[in-house]
């Protein structure tokens, strides 16, 4: 995939394919993801791909990044597979290898948690205004400028003054990280 063997791609994707080891490869998952149809692989293909060490297809793709986190296939998969636990993993290895096409993804998730560690919930000017810093690209704001004054308008998004903070979940968020190591 260019910036990346595929032995380094492989090494951060083992965990991964330990996980799905039984995998009958039933599509249920699949059928059962409300985001299929925004992503370039389906779920089953996907797993198949790690299974047959091609780590590389997997990461080409924007597939993992699409998961919402919403557990059906992990609800409905006949084998009891983790597979929404197997799709963050792909989501922090792609943040930990900096692949650059999954950058603004992470940007944008680190500028949401940022917010929630200091606030105890997501303040959406500030995680805006982080997320935006971030991306150090000054024309994007402009994008999100008319969408963020109807949202302003209908009262959905508060004027609040962005930073500041008490850092009210950072010993939580300390504890889970020592835990995950
Ligand atoms: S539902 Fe489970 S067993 Fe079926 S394809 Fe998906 S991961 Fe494999
Ligand atoms: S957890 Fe992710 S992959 Fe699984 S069904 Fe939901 S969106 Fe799809």
Redesign the pocket.
Same mark, same amino acid.
């Given at each position: 995939m260019g910036q990346v063997s595929n032995e380094r791609l492989l090494e951060q994707t083992e965990t991964v394919k330990e996980m799905?080891q +039984? /995998?009958?490869?039933?599509? +249920? /998952?699949?059928a059962?993801c409300p985001n299929n149809e925004f992503m370039d692989i389906t779920?089953?293909h996907m797993?198949?791909l790690l299974l047959t060490d091609h780590a590389d297809a997997v990461f080409s793709s924007k597939s993992f990044i699409m998961c919402s986190s919403c557990y059906y296939?992990t609800l409905?998969?006949?084998?009891?597979?983790e597979?929404t636990h197997a799709m963050s993993l792909l989501k922090q290895a792609a943040s930990k290898l900096k692949l650059k096409q999954f950058q603004r993804s992470s940007l944008f998730y680190e500028a949401f948690l940022d917010s929630v560690k200091k606030h105890g919930r997501v303040r959406e000017m500030e995680f805006m205004t982080n997320y935006f810093i971030s991306m150090k690209n000054p024309v994007i704001p402009f994008a999100y400028a008319s969408l963020g004054l109807k949202l302003m308008a209908k009262g959905k998004v508060r004027p609040e003054f962005p930073f500041g903070g008490k850092g009210k979940l950072t010993a939580l968020f300390k504890k889970v990280a020592e835990l995950e190591g």
């Open positions: 799905i +039984t /995998c009958i490869q039933c599509g +249920t /998952c699949t059962s779920p089953r797993w198949r296939c409905r998969c006949p084998r009891g597979l597979l």
